[in-house]
């Protein structure tokens, strides 16, 4: 966790680390896609349990709306997964641990569920809901809710990025001062933490894109 052995000149690890992730997850979806069986073995099957698992919640939060987001959100998940578990790998470095990279995932999850709002309803219908209910109100609540949104960029990346560097300052200063006894706790702590992380930036990015494309109910004052 002292960083990656693989490095390029002039290219930052966490950069060099994405690119390897990807040729990694690539490679194996390939393999995994050229093999598939009417009977799934316990690979397949973990692998369609998963999807499953996206598909359900995506459709829980939006309906059948839901799908269309399966790829984002899938991708999501095993970009933040898979970037998360290379901290496991001796050698390697989490590029999830940078905060470029988490702040660049934020930023998708941002501009995807703005835009999604806006072809919905439309860019003044949706803006207006920034304003709130009440005519009167609507220039406190208007940059309220704009910092609001823009504050969830920060929201997201520093979450993830601040779990994933902490675990591994955690991890380092433990085997400092137990250098024979925490590697194996250790290591369950980055393990379940990257789960954990993932399962957070992916659910709060399904809740976002759901309440920008939800039909706003008029709120009316008075009779």
């Not at 209910?133 to 601040?162: C, K, N, Q, T």
């Not at 590697?183 to 399904?206: H, K, M, R």
């Amino acid at each position: 966790m002292e960083g990656s052995v693989i490095k390029i000149v002039g290219i930052p690890d966490h950069v060099t680390m994405t690119w390897l992730m990807m040729a990694v997850v690539l490679t194996f979806s390939y393999i995994l896609g050229k093999n598939l069986k009417k009977f799934p073995d316990r690979v397949q099957y973990t692998f369609e349990a998963l999807t499953s698992f996206i598909v359900y919640t995506l459709e829980d939060a939006m309906g059948s709306y839901g799908r269309k987001f399966f790829p984002l959100i899938s991708g999501l998940a095993v970009f933040i997964l898979c970037g998360n578990l290379m901290g496991l790998i001796p050698g390697l470095s989490q590029p999830t641990a940078n905060l470029n990279t988490t702040l660049a995932l934020a930023i998708i999850s941002f501009l995807v569920y703005n835009y999604e709002g806006i072809k919905k309803h439309g860019v003044v219908n949706y803006f207006k809901h920034f304003a709130g209910p009440i005519p009167w109100m609507a220039p406190l609540m208007f940059p309220i809710e704009v910092v609001s949104h823009l504050s969830r960029i920060l929201s997201l990346s520093f979450r993830l990025f601040g779990n994933m560097f902490g675990d591994e300052m955690v991890v380092l200063v433990l085997l400092m001062l137990i250098p024979f006894l925490v590697p194996t706790a250790g290591e369950f702590i980055v393990f379940a933490n990257s789960f954990l992380q993932t399962f957070i930036f992916c659910i709060l990015t399904v809740v976002y894109i759901a309440t920008a494309i939800e039909e706003h109910e008029e709120e009316h004052v008075g009779y």
